[in-house]
């Protein structure tokens, strides 16, 4: 991109008047032949992966080369993602100045490094759609953090990919909900089976030490509500009569009870009496819990086996909470059956168990709580039937999460539930939020592989939003959306220009945008492209995508078929574009193809729909979650790791972590007697029979791993959290706590010993996915790579 006649500079050779703010010798926008060395030059200049990820990082020119190289053109984005490498710079303009943005009405793209100043920098040109825009008078921002006194501002937006700016009004969501304050709704189920399943005093119990956790209240600034309800064959409201004149004075609880149904609910008083300040009301709130708790273990109490009240439940947070928003949390321990959910009688969709049997109406109702600002996460339990299907459609169109727990054991589960609400309530969390995402050039949205709502059209809509959630799309050159048509087109540019603008209100009633900024080069030669694959990336979008698709067909055999059909016809692509005299595939394509065996031969995605043990709700749980994983996340359903744990325990050092090996028998011979392994289900320790007495003694107070008595053998009685524990256990703990805390799914801990529990060794067997020990798909890894080459 060289200079024209104009003067037209990148912003890294900008003129005199901004050398001292800028002063950049090269223009990083020139490209030469090597387009490695020139992503390098780039690299500070694009948003880090941690928010943005693409399945390959060069564009191929023209459509027809895309068409040949077959591997969609998708997008990951993580936009509250932890960004690990340094803060992100937050730029003020005050109140009185317009944010430095695209004039052209249809773009409306922020300043950002890929822009070129024109005209001795009076004025700069859009990257995205090419308008000339001024250069405003106040521009740099006039109350940057940075020392003012500096003569060159560090953080601004041509400098770094991934920056933010303080919004005084709304700019993208300006009819939107105006959220005010973060709300929480505990709504508990306390129905005669909840109770009996230990279920509801578990729930009570964890809440109220959520609220009691001190680390809960490090955000002096923000306004955090609470609200308690319960339900059985009623609804119970639980108001602080608060004294206006002096909210300080005592005040008194009491329960009030609604019978109505959803068409006809109301509030029985003021909702300020029910969605109270937590730090203000804390001691109320956890008398209410406990008066709860004591009401529930009466000898004397009565209640309906199982409560039909889900839904208008959710209904009186929305009554609540329509204003001002929130996240509900549900606990729900009676089973929501096929035919009752919403009011529905009718029993002609339920013939497959990935189709939801509601009529629409739970989606519907998901999206009506959206738009009030609100959002679900439900927490299930139970031991019968319950439709997790349908449920999860008021989950995916409130953007919420879904936790569930068959066959509940309190013991088993009361820190899972711990953990997974006190998660819920310490998670970043933004309360209201949009993204636009721009793009240069023909290139558009064609399908979501995670479901959105969108918000006018263009606007992909978060009512809650934390750093967890991830969405993925795949993107198409001269998309045609009416008529689902791709037609010819090349790109006559050396480089695609991607931005996502994030707007957000903080919990402290802040409004930000977040701004993210990508550049990547474009290619005629097919190499470039290949050599360009984010084969993680690649491997969890097709998981992704193969659930979307079953969603769509309601048939596994179907959709496994289908995406069986175009990875082979990826790989045949791949040899015919780069004319191979021997077929031969790179480290990355055989990377990939890893990923796509490790799918064929994960039990949710059985070619014979067996689901996991047959059982349609952990199925259809397990499918809604892999939706919105992590792509890390993802990659562990679809190839398990595998942690060597003996240097560990031998080593001096307590914080160090195991490096994984390969899914295959050979490693664990070769690899030590003690490895812990994450198959994306569970975590499982397992043990060789040659494991070390001292270890075994250390864990399990026995001598001979043949005396280990397996009905005490659990989490909690091995890793007691109440005892000292061996320095042993303290490093194995550490080590099941680091990837804890790095997923969104809490997983039990199972103790696995060779010719002991392992059913002949297929517990650990189904876990490598590079030998063929797999009944339904017996294939060794190079078996499948033969497979992939020569037929």
């Avoid at 997790?388 to 066959?407: A, D, K, P, V």
């Avoid at 820190?415 to 050039?441: A, D, M, P, Y």
């Avoid at 016809?569 to 490790?598: D, P, R, T, W």
Wanted: some cysteine; hydrophobic content about 35%; proline content about 3%.
């Amino acid at each position: 991109m060289k200079d024209n006649q104009e003067g037209i500079k990148s912003p890294f050779s900008a003129g005199a008047s901004r050398s001292k703010l800028y002063n950049y010798n090269d223009n990083v926008l020139s490209q030469d032949n090597n387009i490695s060395t020139f992503k390098n030059k780039i690299s500070k200049y694009n948003t880090s992966s941690d928010f943005i990820k693409m399945t390959y990082s060069t564009l191929p020119k023209t459509t027809n080369l895309k068409k040949q190289i077959k591997i969609p053109f998708a997008l990951n984005f993580t936009p509250l993602s932890n960004y690990s490498d340094k803060s992100i710079p937050l730029l003020d303009y005050s109140e009185s100045y317009d944010l430095p943005r695209c004039k052209n009405p249809k773009c409306q793209a922020f300043l950002n490094p890929f822009v070129e100043f024109i005209n001795s920098d009076d004025q700069w040109k859009c990257n995205i759609c090419k308008t000339i825009n001024k250069v405003l008078d106040y521009y740099p921002p006039i109350n940057n953090d940075n020392d003012n006194n500096s003569e060159e501002v560090k953080q601004n937006e041509l400098n770094t990919g991934t920056y933010e700016y303080m919004a005084y009004k709304n700019i993208l969501l300006k009819d939107g909900p105006n959220v005010i304050s973060l709300n929480y709704f505990f709504v508990i189920d306390i129905s005669q089976n909840a109770i009996n399943q230990g279920f509801t005093q578990c729930v009570l119990e964890s809440i109220k030490d959520c609220i009691n956790n001190d680390n809960f209240y490090e955000y002096d600034n923000i306004d955090i509500k609470i609200c308690i309800i319960t339900y059985d064959e009623l609804i119970n409201l639980y108001p602080i009569n608060i004294n206006k004149e002096n909210e300080n004075e005592q005040s008194n609880i009491t329960m009030l009870s609604i019978n109505e149904t959803m068409k006809d609910l109301f509030l029985p008083t003021n909702k300020t009496y029910l969605l109270v300040n937590l730090k203000k009301y804390k001691n109320k709130l956890i008398q209410i819990i406990e008066n709860i708790q004591n009401f529930i273990s009466q000898e004397n109490y009565k209640t309906s086996k199982e409560s039909n009240r889900f839904f208008d439940a959710l209904k009186v947070c929305d009554l609540i909470g329509k204003k001002e928003g929130g996240r509900i949390l549900i606990f729900n321990g009676s089973s929501l059956s096929k035919l009752e959910m919403m009011n529905i009688n009718n029993s002609s969709d339920i013939n497959s168990k990935y189709k939801p049997t509601d009529g629409g109406k739970i989606g519907a109702f998901g999206i009506d709580l959206s738009l009030h600002g609100i959002c679900i996460n439900v927490f299930q339990a139970c031991k019968t039937y319950t439709n997790m299907r349908t449920i999860n459609q008021l989950i995916i169109n409130s953007n919420g999460n879904l936790f569930f727990y068959r066959n509940f054991s309190p013991e088993l589960h009361y820190k899972i539930i711990f953990n997974q609400i006190h998660k819920l309530l310490l998670n970043q969390t933004v309360i209201e939020s949009g993204l636009k995402l721009r793009f240069s050039h023909n290139i558009s949205i064609k399908e979501y592989v995670t479901p959105v709502l969108l918000f006018n059209k263009n606007i992909i809509y978060f009512p809650n939003l934390d750093q967890e959630q991830n969405y993925s799309f795949i993107l198409e050159m001269n998309y045609n959306k009416e008529e689902d048509l791709i037609e010819e087109y090349t790109i006559n540019d050396e480089f695609v220009f991607l931005q996502g603008s994030l707007f957000y209100k903080r919990c402290d009633g802040k409004k930000i945008i977040r701004i993210f900024n990508l550049c990547f080069p474009v290619s005629l030669n097919p190499q470039d492209i290949y050599d360009s694959i984010n084969t993680e990336f690649l491997g969890a979008l097709y998981a992704q995508k193969l659930i979307m698709d079953l969603i769509r067909s309601k048939k596994m055999v179907d959709s496994v078929n289908t995406m069986e059909k175009e990875f082979f016809l990826i790989n045949n692509g791949y040899f015919n574009n780069l004319n191979m005299i021997k077929k031969e595939l790179s480290e990355e394509m055989k990377i990939y193809a890893l990923y796509i065996l490790g799918i064929f031969k994960n039990c949710l995605f059985n070619k014979n729909d067996k689901g996991i043990n047959n059982d349609d709700d952990l199925t259809n749980f397990y499918l809604s979650k892999i939706q919105k994983f992590k792509i890390e996340e993802i990659l562990c359903f679809i190839y398990p790791r595998i942690y060597p744990l003996d240097s560990i325990i031998n080593s001096t050092n307590n914080d160090s972590f195991p490096i994984m090996i390969n899914d295959n028998y050979e490693s664990l011979i070769n690899n030590g007697n003690i490895f812990l392994i994450d198959n994306g289900f569970k975590l499982i320790l397992y043990f060789r029979s040659s494991v070390e007495e001292k270890i075994i003694f250390d864990l399990f107070e026995v001598n001979d791993i043949d005396n280990i008595d397996l009905e005490k053998i659990n989490e909690g009685n091995v890793f007691d959290y109440s005892e000292k524990k061996s320095e042993i256990k303290n490093k194995i703990m550490n080590i099941i706590e680091n990837i804890r805390n790095s997923k969104t799914l809490l997983q039990n801990l199972e103790f696995i010993f060779e010719g002991i529990n392992d059913q002949k060794g297929k517990i650990i067997l189904q876990n490598l996915i590079e030998d063929n020990y797999n009944r339904d798909y017996p294939y060794s890894f190079e078996k499948f790579l033969n497979k992939v080459i020569f037929e």
